[in-house]
C-alpha cells in the first residue's frame, strides 16, 4: 500500500544537539527550529515534541525511563518470554506510568512506515538502530528522526540516552539518567573483585555440529563495550581482530591460538554447546574452554539484556554480574 504522508498532519517537536565524532553535547533550549546531525543526515525540529514515536531495538526505553509512554515502539522479536510485544523490563515501566498503551511496530520485515505513520509522531527515535539512507529518508517524510551518530547498530547504551533524550528536550533528566545507571553498575561489580582484570570476549553463532569457524562480536558491538562497564577488560586479540571496523568478525578454528588471552567467554548456547567445544580438538586448547569459565545465555530477558539497553541494565545486572563472576572464579 502506497504511503499517502500528505494526509498527515504533523505536530511540531523539539530537538537539539551538537555531534563531534560519537559524542553528543546536548543542552535545553527555549528557541526553536532546533536541529542535530547525525549519520544520515539532519533533523530540525520546529518545537517541543508531544508525541513520541521510536523504531528499532530500545530507543523507545529512553522516553520509558524518562516518564513518556512512547504513541509507537517496535514490538521485541527477541527474548520475549510471553509473545506480547514487551521485554519484562517495559513491561513494568509502562503499567507503572500507565496511560494508553504505545502501538507496537512489527518491524519482522523491516521498518513498518505505514505504521509509524499511523501514530503521527512529533519525533521518530532511532538513535540505536541499523536505518538504511532509504529507510532515514522514508520516515523522514513522516517526522524529524534521530539517527545513529557513526554507524548502525554501534551506538553505545549512553550516546543512546544523550541523542534520545535530546530529541526529547530532556538532555539533562537523560544525564541524570546515566548517571544514576553508572552508579548503580559500579555498586553491583563492587561486589565481584574477581572480575578485577579478567578479560572477555563475547562469542556468536557458534554451531555445536560445525565448529571450524569461531564468530564473535568485536569492540563496535555494544556488548562488548558493556564488558568494560562490568570491571572486565578487553583481549588484546579481540582489539586487534575488531581494527576492520566491523561489528562482528570471524576467524578459522585453527587459528584459536590468537585467543589465548581470553579468560571468559560468553555465548549464546546451553551446555550442549560447552560439550561440544570442550569435545572439538582445536577449541578445546583455548585457555577459557579448557577451564569452563564460560557464560551462555539463551533467548530469554537475561540472554536479552546482555546488550545493555536504558531499563534492562539495572533490570539484569544483578545477574548478569554473578554470572560473569562465577566464571572468572574459574579462570
Known amino acids: 500500500m502506497r504511503l499517502r504522508f500528505r494526509d498527515l498532519t504533523l505536530a511540531p517537536a523539539l530537538l537539539i544537539g551538537i555531534l563531534y565524532g560519537s559524542t553528543v553535547m546536548a543542552e535545553e533550549v527555549t528557541a526553536y527550529p532546533a536541529k542535530i546531525t547525525h549519520a544520515l543526515g539532519t533533523a530540525e525540529i520546529a518545537a517541543k515534541p508531544v508525541r513520541v514515536a521510536t523504531v528499532a531495538w530500545a530507543n523507545h526505553e529512553v522516553p520509558l525511563a524518562l516518564g513518556i509512554v512512547p504513541v509507537g515502539m517496535a514490538a521485541a522479536n527477541f527474548g520475549d518470554d510471553d509473545g506480547d510485544g514487551l521485554l519484562p523490563w517495559v513491561s513494568e515501566r ?42 532515514y529518508d ?51 561489580v563492587a561486589k565481584y573483585p574477581e572480575l578485577k582484570g579478567k578479560t572477555a570476549m563475547f562469542v ?32 588484546k ?12 568478525g570471524s576467524i578459522s578454528a585453527e587459528r584459536i591460538d590468537d585467543f589465548n588471552d581470553v579468560d571468559i567467554l560468553v555465548t549464546y548456547g546451553d551446555r550442549s554447546l560447552i560439550a561440544a567445544m570442550k569435545a572439538n580438538p582445536l577449541l578445546a586448547h583455548m585457555p577459557a574452554v ?14 536479552t539484556a546482555a546488550n545493555p539497553t536504558p531499563l534492562s541494565i539495572t533490570w539484569v545486572l544483578a545477574d548478569y554480574v554473578a554470572m560473569l563472576a562465577e566464571a572468572a572464579r574459574k579462570t
Not at 528522526?145 to 533528566?173: F, K
Open 94 to 135: 509502562l503499567k507503572a506510568l500507565g496511560g494508553p498503551p504505545p502501538q507496537l511496530f512489527d518491524e519482522g520485515d523491516g521498518i513498518d512506515f505505514e505504521t509509524v505513520a499511523e501514530t503521527r509522531p512529533d519525533v521518530i527515535l532511532a538513535a540505536y538502530s541499523g536505518l538504511s539512507q532509504a529507510d
Open 237 to 248: 586479540s579481540v582489539i586487534e581482530a575488531s581494527k576492520a571496523g566491523s561489528f562482528a
Open 138 to 188: 522514508t520516515l523522514s517524510q513522516i517526522a524529524p528522526v534521530v539517527a545513529y551518530p557513526q554507524a548502525p547498530w554501534s551506538t553505545d547504551w549512553r550516546e543512546t540516552i544523550r541523542l534520545d533524550s535530546a530529541g526529547i528536550g530532556m538532555a539533562r533528566e537523560g544525564d541524570a539518567l546515566i548517571a544514576d545507571i553508572e552508579k548503580k553498575i559500579a555498586a553491583e
Open 290 to 303: 579448557e577451564h569452563d569459565a564460560i557464560v551462555t545465555l539463551g533467548r530469554d530477558p537475561i540472554g
Open 204 to 235: 556468536t553463532h557458534l554451531d555445536a555440529t560445525d565448529l571450524s569457524m569461531v564468530n564473535f562480536y568485536t569492540t563496535q558491538d555494544t556488548r562488548v563495550r558493556f564488558f568494560k562497564d562490568l570491571g572486565l577488560a578487553m583481549p
